[in-house]
């Protein structure tokens, strides 16, 4: 079974629409570690944000946010006003345990922002 | 500061044969995870070093191994390989293992023919 799901394969918006990006994980330790990536066309990825089990509050950081739902095992990534710079491969990932020494990620959603 | 260094950038090797990959953390970074990344798909993870001792691995065979350096430079090796084994090999380095942010290389482009 897929630790961490990311159902949606494309997505495609026009500039300035907001989008949000599904992530839903599974696991069974009580201490883990979510994290966002972004994979621009460049192909390095760039961390986004970390958040751990024990922190439910929702963040924001400019044009971004993030809901973290332990209820669903949902952590899920919103947009706002989305820009072509955003145009990416985003992926969710999952640090298990205490000590973090299995990671997992999705599958990655493609996002294109269309101009 | 540098940010996380790999080399080399592309590799071509035939089937059977051995290689070994090289990664650089960020200064001050004492931990390096590696990752194998198939076209269209998410980082596969392969292993993570702590302070030079193995904190993790992935499910993958025995024909890959890694090692960590007291620089806590790292090499991912892998044996026989396959054409399956074509990918592109990433590297993260982080403070101090897998529940901190990891910061990603470039990644080494290797394919076996």
């Known amino acids: 079974a897929q630790k961490v799901t990311q159902a949606q394969t494309e997505i495609s918006v026009v500039e300035k629409e907001d989008v949000t990006l599904d992530c839903v994980y599974e696991?069974?330790?009580?201490?883990?570690?979510l994290f966002w990536y972004k994979q621009p066309p460049s192909g390095e990825l760039v961390f986004l944000i970390r958040?751990?089990?024990?922190?439910?509050q929702n963040e924001i950081s400019g044009r971004y946010s993030w809901n973290f739902q332990k209820s669903t095992s949902s952590f899920n990534f919103t947009i706002t006003a989305s820009q072509v710079v955003d145009s990416a491969v985003y992926f969710c990932?999952?640090?298990?345990?205490?000590?973090?020494?299995?990671?997992?990620f999705g599958t990655g959603t493609s996002l294109t922002v269309i101009p | 500061d540098a940010g996380v260094t790999q080399s080399p950038t592309h590799l071509i090797k035939t089937r059977g044969q051995q290689v070994t990959l090289r990664c650089s953390p960020i200064?001050?970074?004492?931990?390096v995870s590696w990752y194998q990344q198939v076209l269209g798909q998410g980082p596969q993870f392969i292993f993570q070093?702590?302070?030079?001792?193995?904190?993790g691995r992935g499910n993958f065979p025995d024909r890959f191994s890694a090692r960590q350096f007291p620089n806590y430079s790292s090499e991912l090796n892998v044996n026989a390989l396959l054409l399956g084994d074509s990918a592109l090999y990433l590297c993260?380095?982080?403070?101090?293992?897998?529940?901190?942010?990891?910061?990603f290389g470039p990644g080494t482009r290797l394919t076996v023919t």
């Open positions: 993260a380095s982080s403070w101090a293992g897998g529940t901190y942010e990891q910061y």
């Open positions: 696991t069974r330790d009580t201490t883990y570690y």
């Open positions: 958040r751990n089990s024990f922190d439910e």
């Open positions: 990932a999952l640090s298990e345990g205490f000590t973090g020494n299995q990671f997992y």
């Open positions: 200064s001050g970074h004492k931990s």
């Open positions: 070093y702590y302070e030079k001792e193995e904190r």
